[in-house]
């Protein structure tokens, strides 16, 4: 029997899954992987160990019953710009139909961010056949505003190519700023009406410190990364995102989607695995950090499992942080 969903344990070990994008869509939570397959290949800063091929969708009725995996949802084979590659994707829910955002290698090695569609959240998806025009880079995450207008961010450093672009033209040379200058942002555009393109050329999102600042690129412990996410709680506008090579999960807040975002703190330590990325979602009331490590591999940080936990924030709107790793009063991890 498959047991329900618990804090912190894996949603599924039948797969490797990552980069958990959690929405609540007919009254269920589903979460949208990537899904890690089982290699040998040596990790290298440029990801190439990530060789993912494949979206599944899994959801939740409740925490109180079992993880459902719907299968595969879309695969590279049907996605005729994509060559290799498909990372962390998101979706979203407009005009009737469920879009799926996902980031893959053209066939020139460049990271492009494709759509895919369909009638059911869990799938399947048929892909467009190009990318989004003007698109590039990883970890798309869509914010269906209040107002209607939707907004799609992405971007990420190294394997990511994000500093590639900071000419607006790929450069395979491309470096990012000195340790002492403004550190990349992710990018955001508005997308258009019907979700497949862009309504507005793709922008630096600004992420400053209390004073108005910039944060500077050789900020390990708080500037941008990868794997930026935008919800809505009171009124504000919060980013959360990974940092630099720390891979803390931290968050920003911003009166407007479109920033700039002043830094706020932590959200979620460094945890096992390289690499580190979230969603964030209101369900049945509450809030929950989805996230994932190699704990389910044993630390392989190609073969990673999707986790949550209840998330709490104080009055003043701030975050408490979320221990993923807690230890109850026998030594003994607690549920």
């Not at 607006?168 to 992710?186: C, I, Q, W």
């Not at 996410?229 to 803390?248: C, D, E, P």
Request: proline share 9%; hydrophobic share 35%.
């Amino acid at each position: 029997m498959i047991k329900p969903a618990s804090q912190h344990e894996p949603l599924v070990t039948h797969i490797y899954t990552a980069d958990p994008s959690a929405h609540v869509f007919e009254g269920k939570l589903y979460i949208y992987p990537s899904h890690d397959l089982v290699h040998d290949m040596e990790s290298n800063d440029n990801g190439d160990q990530y060789v993912m091929e494949d979206y599944h969708v899994l959801s939740l009725d409740s925490f109180s019953s079992p993880c459902v995996d719907h299968g595969e949802a879309l695969h590279i084979r049907d996605v005729p710009w994509a060559s290799t590659q498909m990372w962390a994707p998101d979706a979203a829910y407009k005009n009737g139909r469920y879009y799926l955002y996902f980031p893959a290698r053209d066939h020139n090695g460049i990271f492009r961010i494709g759509v895919a569609s369909g009638t059911s959240p869990a799938g399947p998806f048929q892909a467009e056949p190009a990318y989004i025009p003007g698109s590039f880079s990883i970890d798309p995450a869509v914010l269906v505003d209040d107002d209607g207008r939707t907004y799609l961010y992405f971007g990420g450093l190294w394997g990511g190519q994000l500093e590639k672009w900071q000419t607006g033209s790929y450069l395979a040379d491309g470096e990012g700023p000195a340790p002492d200058a403004p550190a990349l942002g992710p990018q955001f555009a508005e997308l258009s009406d019907d979700m497949l393109s862009f309504l507005t050329p793709p922008k630096e999102l600004s992420i400053v410190d209390e004073e108005g600042n910039p944060l500077l690129a050789g900020d390990e412990d708080r500037r941008f990364f990868e794997g930026a996410w935008v919800h809505r709680y009171n009124g504000l506008y919060y980013l959360s995102y990974s940092t630099g090579n720390k891979h803390k999960l931290v968050y920003a807040v911003s009166p407007s989607p479109e920033g700039p975002f002043t830094f706020k703190g932590l959200i979620l330590p460094p945890v096992i695995g390289w690499t580190t990325h979230h969603s964030i979602v209101q369900f049945e009331g509450k809030w929950y950090l989805f996230y994932h490590d190699s704990s389910l591999s044993g630390g392989l940080n190609h073969q990673r499992c999707v986790k949550y936990a209840e998330l709490h924030y104080n009055e003043d709107g701030t975050i408490q942080p979320i221990n993923p790793y807690p230890v109850g009063d026998d030594g003994q991890p607690a549920e």
